[in-house]
């Protein structure tokens, strides 16, 4: 039997179980395992026949469909990082990742091809484009190579290179407090080891048919891949407009587990389930953020035998926390206890452990904490540092340091050892499960020539988690037209980070004693303005 430690062994050991089982489902396609497991190998033959070198970086600029998954473990066969990008993003936000990543080859289709073709002239390390469908004409894209999916796949069969399983595997990108979004760098050991972890407390098993509704480039939904693979189970993918998409695929998939982050649940809990449902569906699962309580209850009244699994988590360390079902009724607003091969600490900021209820840092170690991020030592080494010799887990005999990730957020633990979320240390805002930098919007803003000075931030939302909101003034002293400025960022941002509230103000904004914009006075004073007018 394969030993799983790189991530595409997930699909070769199940293959060598029970190689006729289903592993993939798309639309009215299903792939069995060992169907997925050759074409994973073809993929990967391909790039080893475009002579990429080991740990190159293959962007993924798809929805959700077999090639993205058999793109990317074939990429992690041949040795090279799959970068997976959201396929909602803009072509600006692709250019940047691929820029970023220094990626060689983007794997996307002819349909998606044109909202690149003002920008992948920027990305000087591209030199080969992967279409997946074929064009009317084929595009001329000056110094890259445009292949053929089917062409790639039937290459010659040649070997990856030599890995381990701590060797580069992906770079996810997420936002961060300031500025664009970073890469979180993860090996195969990462990847795997929160695999086996969370399939091992969800009970996964071959019989499951997992839905995989969020996007792959989210670590909570590539995880739908992965805890599937591992387990020998089935996935469903599905880009769905509306929440009764949602629902009508679990019932017609007898789908056993589904996870979502909280706006996609407030939206599936005012729908009416049907009863044979519970016959079928295992369990929920809720990331991304609080699932509000009313949410909950809502989807366990319609769902009185399908168990709940609340988690906590952050791209740096792919899963922390996850709170046991029978937990769901007695402490409803915990996050719960770590999960199954990881540590989760509280701390205070000389690195000491906090006492029971005090408020500290959350701070993660073990085999899921990720490689820092990409082309940044700055910002790796604010949240990616080595734990003091204090810290629960390390012995005074140590001499190399252990590093762990600090997640910037503020939580306590009661006297049973359950952990519950305060806030956010930084002005992140989270809306409709993505997190969003206020900085990523200003810039945007900026771009369009139509403001004067602008800043952005979050008021919390109901079923949001924050609506984005914007103060702005007009250019060179002109009235600020709000009209032309929603118009402008619906035509460059995606649809999550379009702002609920736009609000013109006269003359400069307000700086604090450093000479910068007082973000913070600002939002405060919005939230009292607005709290006063409902």
């Known amino acids: 039997m394969l030993n799983t430690t790189l991530l595409h062994e997930l699909i070769s050991a199940s293959a060598e179980r029970a190689p006729t089982s289903p592993a993939l489902t798309a639309g009215t396609t299903t792939l069995s395992y060992a169907d997925l497991d050759t074409q994973v190998g073809g993929f990967s033959s391909g790039l ?72 992948l002239s920027h990305c000087h390390d591209l030199r080969h484009v992967v279409l997946i469908t074929t064009p009317a004409t084929t595009p001329r894209l ?11 796949l039937c290459a010659p069969g040649q070997p990856g290179h030599r890995i381990i399983d701590t060797d580069l595997l992906s770079i996810l990108y997420t936002s961060g407090s300031t500025g664009r ?8 050991r990462n990847m795997v080891a ?47 407009l509306l929440p009764q998409d949602v629902l009508k695929t679990v019932v017609r998939e007898r789908v056993t587990g589904l996870t979502a982050v909280p706006p996609l ?60 079902p029978e937990q769901a009724d007695i402490r ?22 906090c006492s029971p209820n005090e408020p500290g840092e959350l701070v993660q170690r073990g085999a899921l904490v990720a490689m820092g991020y990409w082309n ?61 930098s206020p900085t990523e919007v200003e810039e945007i803003l900026y771009s369009t020539q139509l403001v004067g000075e602008c800043i952005a931030f ?15 003034s007009g250019k060179d002293g002109a009235p600020l037209d709000k009209a032309a400025l929603l118009s402008e960022c619906k035509r460059r941002m995606p649809a999550y980070m379009i702002p609920a509230a736009i609000e013109a103000h006269e003359g400069p904004l307000p700086r604090n004693p450093n000479g910068k914009i007082d973000r913070k006075a600002l939002s405060t004073e919005y939230e009292m303005a607005h709290r006063v007018q409902q």
């Open 48 to 119: 080893a026949g475009l002579g990429l070198e080991r740990g190159e970086r293959i962007g993924i600029f798809l929805e959700k469909r077999i090639e993205t998954v058999v793109a990317s473990f074939g990429s992690a066969r041949a040795g090279c990082a799959f970068v997976p990008i959201n396929p909602i993003l803009k072509g600006e936000q692709v250019m940047h990742i691929l820029r970023d990543c220094n990626a060689r080859v983007l794997v996307t289709s002819a349909e998606r091809l044109p909202l690149l073709a003002d920008t």
């Open 142 to 152: 000056t110094g890259v190579n445009i292949v053929h999916w089917d062409d790639l």
């Open 181 to 188: 979004p970073k890469g979180v760098v993860l090996s195969h």
């Open 194 to 240: 929160g695999a086996k972890s969370v399939a091992s407390y969800l009970g996964n098993n071959p019989d499951d048919t997992l839905l995989a509704a969020l996007p792959l480039s989210f670590d909570a939904g590539f995880s739908q891949l992965t805890t599937a693979f591992h387990s020998g189970a089935k996935v469903v993918l599905l880009n769905y």
């Open 265 to 324: 649940y407030i939206q599936l809990a005012q729908l009416k389930w049907p009863a044979e449902v519970t016959d079928h569906l295992r369990y929920f699962a809720n990331t991304g953020g609080r699932m509000p309580l009313e949410t909950l209850r809502l989807l366990r009244s319609q769902l009185p035998e399908t168990k709940p699994f609340l988690m906590y988590g952050l791209t740096e360390a792919f899963r922390a926390t996850y709170l046991p």
């Open 332 to 353: 409803p607003d915990s996050i719960g206890k770590a999960i199954p091969n990881a540590e989760v600490m509280v701390l205070r900021e000389d690195g000491s452990e």
């Open 376 to 436: 940044d030592p700055d910002k790796t080494a604010e949240r990616f540092k080595p734990l003091p010799n204090t810290a629960p887990g390390r012995q005074s005999g140590f001499v190399l340091p252990e590093i762990a990730v600090f997640s910037g957020d503020t939580v306590r633990r009661d006297e049973e050892g359950y952990l519950y979320f305060i806030g956010r240390r930084d002005e992140m805002m989270k809306t409709s499960g993505y997190r969003v």
């Open 458 to 472: 979050g008021v919390p939302h109901p079923s949001l988690g924050h609506s984005i909101c914007v103060i702005a």
